[in-house]
């Protein structure tokens, strides 16, 4: 699985992003993708994530202000990011975890994007 990113940019505090993100390879065996983000100095963290069945799961800080959603036909994840606040400010990676292996067996793989830089000035 090819995960390629795109969307980020530099945004004022309480302005709106889009970040998207492309799936191409072994497709259908992911069964969930999402975004994580990493600040400058911390560790990656989970910002939102969505099943094949379009079950969505935000972190708290996302909670009200992030969207994440699926275009199945197109495989790609998009996260609407309003209301940005300065500590939005990370670079984001999209993330897909796919299934492999026989029933028995199986095993799950995370796969990641390139991230992308997301700056909110204040």
């Known amino acids: 699985v090819q995960l390629q990113a795109s969307g980020g940019g530099l945004v004022q505090a309480g302005g709106s992003l889009r970040l998207s993100c492309g799936a191409s390879g072994r497709v259908r065996s992911i069964i969930a993708m999402g975004w994580y983000r990493q600040p400058p100095g911390q560790q990656r963290e989970l910002v939102a994530s969505i099943t094949i069945d379009g079950v969505p799961n935000y972190s708290d800080s996302a909670k009200g202000r992030f969207t994440i959603s699926r275009n199945y036909a197109q495989n790609t994840v998009f996260l609407q990011m309003n209301s940005l606040k300065p500590e939005d400010t990370a670079v984001y990676y999209c993330?897909?975890?796919?299934?492999?292996?026989?029933?028995?067996?199986?095993?799950?793989?995370?796969?990641w994007g390139q991230g992308t830089q997301v700056t909110v000035s204040s």
């Open positions: 993330n897909a975890v796919a299934e492999r292996g026989p029933v028995e067996r199986v095993e799950r793989i995370d796969y």
